[in-house]
């Protein structure tokens, strides 16, 4: 199993500018979970979906962001504008339905905003 | 080496011997706790977990202690190595899959 895949896993925008960051689940995996982290506040969860459904977007910052999972393996998470402040590392984590042996993270997406 | 206060953000110790993590939790009602390991340009790697019935959890060089009473987590790595270098989070799953992470400590093993 090739785990949880991100991309891009750099990326460099202008403020204003959309972005969008992607990730493949683990097959077999039914929660995902979209985190952010920085220096300031270490590990944010912004979004949890079980079932492709999302059950708590309490953490997203903003309606600058949306999340989305069009189907089963996939889920994209949108910045729309960026601001310099969205300048972070971002996570997603994906889980089985048991929730044994933790979450298993991604590599990450190193996002700046300039 | 040892960090016997909690929240220090860094622990350094010499490659061979015993390292102890340590880490407070905030809600009594958390179920389920983890430790991950980050290495640099990394995403969090899980170590070891332990539920809240249990007071000991071993792996393989990795012990996961918990002690609910005074809400207190701690990560034993035997016989540390340099790959062992890393930030190591404590997470306790708060509610039904919730994971609420702590800052880190920066663990640097010495040659």
């Known amino acids: 199993d090739a785990g949880v895949i991100q991309s891009p896993r750099h990326e460099v925008t202008e403020m204003g500018q959309e972005v969008t960051l992607r990730c493949k689940l683990i097959?077999?995996?039914?929660?995902l979970f979209w985190y952010r982290q920085t220096m300031m506040r270490g590990l944010e969860l912004l979004i949890y979906?079980?079932?492709?459904?999302?059950?708590?977007d309490s953490g997203m910052p903003e309606d600058r962001f949306s999340a989305k999972m069009p189907n089963a393996s996939f889920s994209t998470l949108k910045i729309q504008p960026s601001e310099p402040r969205d300048s972070a590392v971002y996570f997603c984590?994906?889980?089985?339905?048991?929730?044994?042996?933790?979450?298993?993270f991604g590599s990450g997406t190193r996002l700046t905003v300039v | 080496g040892e960090n016997v206060g909690l929240h220090l953000p860094t622990l350094s110790v010499q490659e061979g011997d015993n390292s102890i993590i340590n880490c407070a939790y905030s809600n009594s009602a958390s179920d389920y706790f983890i430790w991950y390991k980050q290495e640099s340009g990394k995403g969090p790697q899980f170590i070891i977990d332990?539920?809240?019935?249990?007071d000991k959890r071993q792996g393989q060089r990795v012990t996961v202690l918990l002690n609910k009473t005074v809400k207190h987590l701690s990560l034993q790595i035997a016989a540390t190595q340099p790959g062992d270098s890393a930030v190591y989070f404590c997470a306790e799953r708060v509610g039904d899959y919730k994971l609420s992470f702590g800052a880190g400590t920066t663990v640097t093993v010495r040659a």
């Open positions: 984590a994906s889980s089985s339905p048991t929730g044994s042996s933790g979450y298993t």
């Open positions: 332990i539920r809240s019935n249990m």
């Open positions: 979906f079980n079932n492709n459904v999302p059950i708590d």
């Open positions: 097959s077999g995996h039914n929660s």
